[in-house]
């Protein structure tokens, strides 16, 4: 497993030429943790919830670690169909992402991604990607930070980056698990990476859909 959750500080030459990404993000705002730490969200298929997905953010020595966790399971009478498992971790340095890891299996398929600072920049090896620098306003598709839709993104589950079309319907609505509705900005990403995701007011993540292989849609609903 390539999972790294040190957080361990970085140097002070790389500080220095992070600088400008440390600026613009700090210009922007602090990171969009919760205040509980947590966030979760039900996955739901033809009605059904088929998995969790949740987020965990812990802070020490200064750092920021973010850890991911995916399970979804699709059965047709009571067999297994498609069986979904993703873990990963980012670590943050004063707004500055400065590392990341990620395991994924898709019905026995493996993918990985890592992602680690250096003094040439954030440099990216993933199962689906040869090695490379990414662009200072890169970050990666866990979705917990709105800014994510600005792009380019670092793809979460192989490291490809990507820069997908995006569209914003402002004001629209979104289900939470509760049943409740609530007003959100919707992003509709399209291109090699195709889903909707949505933010609340307070840019919290709110909600996420996408299709899959048979033609039906997975959604997310906030816990």
Do not use: C
Request: positive net charge; hydrophobic residues 45%; glycine residues 8%.
């Amino acid at each position: 497993m390539r999972y790294g959750t040190d957080g361990r500080v970085i140097g002070r030459r790389v500080v220095l030429l992070a600088g400008a990404t440390l600026a613009a993000r700090q210009a922007a705002g602090a990171l969009p943790v919760p205040a509980s730490n947590t966030q979760s969200y039900r996955l739901v298929r033809h009605g059904s919830e088929i998995g969790r997905h949740s987020l965990t953010f812990g802070r020490q020595a200064g750092a920021l670690t973010v850890h991911v966790a995916v399970d979804a399971l699709v059965s047709l009478i009571s067999i297994p169909i498609v069986r979904y498992t993703h873990r990963a971790v980012e670590i943050w340095q004063d707004e500055i992402l400065v590392g990341l890891s990620g395991e994924t299996d898709k019905n026995g398929q493996h993918e990985w991604v890592n992602a680690r600072r250096t003094a040439e920049g954030l440099v990216v090896t993933g199962s689906k990607t040869a090695r490379y620098i990414a662009p200072a306003n890169a970050i990666a598709t866990s979705y917990w930070d709105r800014r994510m839709v600005d792009g380019p993104m670092i793809s979460l589950e192989d490291g490809v980056l990507l820069r997908p079309e995006v569209t914003v319907r402002r004001a629209d609505s979104i289900r939470l698990a509760s049943g409740s509705m609530i007003t959100a900005d919707r992003y509709t990403l399209s291109g090699a990476f195709a889903v909707d995701v949505w933010y609340d007011r307070a840019d919290t993540w709110a909600g996420l859909a996408f299709a899959v292989a048979d033609g039906s849609h997975v959604t997310y609903e906030r816990l």
